[in-house]
């Protein structure tokens, strides 16, 4: 199935603010809660083990259904074709779009798996809305090793998708402001398109 308006679709749109704000919001609020967890662990007694529990079962539960709006995203976006890019783009900035489009893919696929599968490898129990009557799956036993590594990709991923972020949006305004173009229009349903 195929579209040839100058908009993404209402599924397209809805996916991609949706999971934007999920992300981002997810990437502070993990950041935080990783905080507690390290003065957890060097003894602050102000820090309940159990509110960094439930923080993180619900940083575990959100991450999985980021999960699956970007499984659900990608599948969209392979059967349902994006609107042309302006005719006027040159061929690094046709490149560049293409490539930052698949990078966030990339990201918003690889972060949260890899998420899941540091909390499968930490050995401690995962629970979907913090509740004990719904165990999360564990990808795979514990595993120090393998913990140490995908940590380190899950956490690093936050990095890379805040710079690509600032890149994606620096290229909107851009195009909006500058090129005076209608890319910006095509995922914001309050822009007039002008041409």
């Given amino acids: 199935m195929t579209t040839q308006s100058n908009r993404y679709s209402t599924v397209a749109i809805t996916l991609h603010w949706l999971i934007a704000v999920l992300i981002v919001v997810m990437i502070f609020a993990g950041w935080q809660t990783d905080d507690l967890r390290e003065a957890m662990f060097e003894g602050d007694a102000s ?9 993180f079962n619900w940083h575990k539960t959100i991450g999985i259904l980021i999960l699956a709006l970007s499984v659900f995203r990608l ?3 392979l059967t349902h074709k994006a609107p042309p890019l302006p005719a006027g783009m040159n061929t690094f900035e046709r490149f560049a779009a293409v490539a930052t489009h698949w990078a966030f893919y ?25 509740s004990e009557s719904l165990p999360i799956p564990e990808l ?19 990095w890379a998708i805040l710079v690509l972020l600032g890149l994606h949006i620096a290229a909107a305004l851009k195009h909006h402001f500058i090129d005076r173009d209608d890319v910006l229009t095509r995922m914001v349903v309050f822009l007039k398109p002008r041409g």
């Fill in 47 to 55: 820090v309940d083990p159990q509110t960094v529990a439930m923080l």
């Fill in 75 to 77: 599948v969209w976006r």
């Fill in 106 to 130: 990339v990201l918003i696929i690889g972060m949260p798996l890899a998420g899941w599968i540091t909390a499968s490898a930490s050995g401690f129990p995962s629970f979907f809305f913090n």
């Fill in 140 to 158: 795979m036993g514990e595993n120090e090793a393998v913990y140490g590594v995908v940590s380190q990709i899950h956490s690093k991923s936050a």
